[in-house]
């Protein structure tokens, strides 16, 4: 059975940082692309950053290039994201997912197989 489970948010002042974690089980980790994607009340879920099954590429939104960082730990079925300066635009439920693809390109969210139920991430002014 695929689990994918994510933590890690929480409330955070803007231009504050949070580390997200996304653990992943019952599948083969280390040959899937790792996205994370975002969606706030209101609007259509977003890509925020994928990466490749081996790590040599990624990809962010230009909303949160230089502030996020996404990096994902092979033997530890993990994957991460940093994120930095955070702003109140950045508060959404914050979701992990495993999927097919991941390049230059914004990852589709159709490509994206394995979902986690997500983790709330609040920025105040």
């Known amino acids: 059975q695929v689990q994918v489970v994510e933590s890690g948010g929480g409330l955070v002042q803007a231009g504050g940082s949070l580390r997200l974690s996304c653990t992943a089980s019952?599948?083969?980790?280390?040959?899937?692309?790792m996205g994370w994607f975002r969606q706030a009340p209101g609007k259509e879920r977003e890509a925020v950053s994928c990466i490749s099954w081996s790590g040599d590429s990624t990809y962010y939104a230009d909303s949160v290039k230089g502030r996020f960082t996404i990096s994902r730990d092979n033997a530890k079925n993990t994957l991460y994201l940093q994120m930095n300066s955070l702003k109140p635009e950045d508060t959404a439920m914050y979701y992990c997912a495993a999927g097919l693809s991941c390049s230059v390109k914004a990852p589709r969210i159709l490509e994206y197989k394995y979902w986690g139920q997500g983790t709330q991430v609040t920025v105040s002014s």
């Open positions: 019952g599948l083969t980790f280390h040959d899937l692309h």
